[in-house]
């Protein structure tokens, strides 16, 4: 285990921009994260993942702990489930591949999404209809503060729209070592209702779709519209979609009769943010190497050089102009360092 001084942290973040870590250690055992949280007590840490949902605006002057924890293993099993613990070190998308050659379902929607085990509860990834809540048991974390490792419930984790605790109360005080998923072993509960999704198994020659070709479905859907990070930074989408009342829905949707919204509880409505951002003509901007991507408005991209204070002022453009065209508030999704 090496400790390095002033590391760039540009080859470990999607969006490509550069920002120093003061100190910068990769830990794939946890004695090892323990030794280092000991010996740094009293710097500052950054935990790093995958990468895929940071933007680095400044350096960072403290320690980056990139966690690699490794490892899959099944914790028990019924007839018709099984509980399946991964180390948070772990390649997302691989393990999801690794639960579909199982026959284990429920997480095949998230396939090809960045990034880490470990951070996937930190926002409750979501895509296609299904989200980690959805099929998540447990999870164990290390106490920054007194080192001691606890486990979490579904309750604890209070998941929500590409929210958990992680990302408010509990900001910063939690390591997340493993991540336990309760996935079916049989008459798997198959979500096809996002139209990308029948469009493209309308394509194959299946009649009746399994996990794997779901999850393949889901692989081209997202080759052909999302832009590749190892091709052009980014970090997915860089905003959420917003949520407004049925009045505010319908005063704008009197505006703009072709607005794309979906049901989102009793009298509120989930807008597309992507379709905002288009609609106010935002989509294919550039400005020296900070841009919208030109095939779906709610990625910010970097084309090479941009700052992570350039992509932070665009992203802040973005907000105030479609405040002033909708009067909707868009809310930052990409964690901001
Ligand atoms: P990082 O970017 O490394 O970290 C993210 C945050 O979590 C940081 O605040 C970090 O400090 C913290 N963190 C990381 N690991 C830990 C840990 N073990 N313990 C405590 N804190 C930790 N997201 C979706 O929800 N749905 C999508 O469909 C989706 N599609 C994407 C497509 C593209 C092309 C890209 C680039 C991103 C996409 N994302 C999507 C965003 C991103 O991939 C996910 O949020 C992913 O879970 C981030 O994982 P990571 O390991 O890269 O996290
Ligand atoms: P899309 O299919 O063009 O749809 C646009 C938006 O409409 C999505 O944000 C989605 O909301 C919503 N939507 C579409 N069909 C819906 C339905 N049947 N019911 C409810 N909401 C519906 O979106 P896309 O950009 O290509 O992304 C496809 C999926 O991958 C989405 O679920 C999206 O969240 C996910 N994704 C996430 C990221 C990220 O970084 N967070 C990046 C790329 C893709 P939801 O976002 O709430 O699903």
Excluded at 63 to 87: H, Q, R
Excluded at 254 to 281: C, R
Aim: one cysteine or more.
């Amino acid at each position: 285990m090496e400790v390095f001084n002033s590391r760039s942290l540009k080859p470990y973040s999607t969006f490509g921009i550069e920002a120093k870590a003061g100190l910068f250690v990769e830990c794939n055992k946890l004695w090892q994260i323990l030794q280092v949280l000991e010996q740094f007590n009293r710097e500052p840490l950054l935990i790093l993942g995958g990468g895929s949902n940071i933007l680095f605006t400044k350096d960072v002057e403290g320690l980056v702990l990139k966690n690699e924890l490794p490892g899959i293993t099944a914790e028990a099993e019924s007839d018709d489930f099984m509980l399946v613990k991964a180390g948070a070190g772990e390649n997302w998308h691989q393990f999801v591949r690794y639960c579909i050659q199982q026959n284990w379902g429920g997480i095949e929607n998230l396939s090809l999404i960045p990034g880490n085990v470990g951070a996937a509860p930190m926002q409750n990834i979501g895509a296609y209809g299904v989200e980690i809540k959805d099929n998540f048991y447990s999870l164990e974390a290390l106490d920054l503060k007194t080192g001691n490792l606890r486990t979490f419930s579904a309750a604890d984790c209070k998941f929500a729209y590409r929210e958990s605790v992680f990302k408010r109360d509990l900001k910063n005080r939690y390591l997340i070592t493993s991540v336990c998923f309760r996935l079916s072993r049989k008459n798997h509960q198959l979500h096809t209702e996002y139209g990308a999704i029948r469009d493209e198994l309308k394509q194959g020659t299946t009649n009746l779709p399994d996990l794997l070709a779901i999850s393949d479905a889901v692989i081209r859907i997202r080759q052909s519209k999302l832009p590749d990070p190892a091709k052009i930074g980014n970090a997915g989408s860089f905003f959420k979609n917003p949520v407004v009342e049925q009045k505010q829905y319908e005063q704008i949707l009197e505006q703009y009769p072709d607005l794309v919204s979906y049901p989102a509880g009793e009298q509120k409505h989930k807008l597309a943010a992507g379709w905002l951002i288009e609609k106010a003509g935002w989509k294919g901007y550039r400005k020296g190497d900070a841009g919208v991507h030109a095939r779906q408005a709610l990625v910010l991209v970097n084309y090479g050089n941009a700052s992570g204070k350039e992509i932070l002022q665009l992203s802040q453009d973005i907000i105030s102009d479609i405040q002033q065209k909708f009067g909707v508030i868009l809310e930052r999704e990409v964690n901001i360092y």
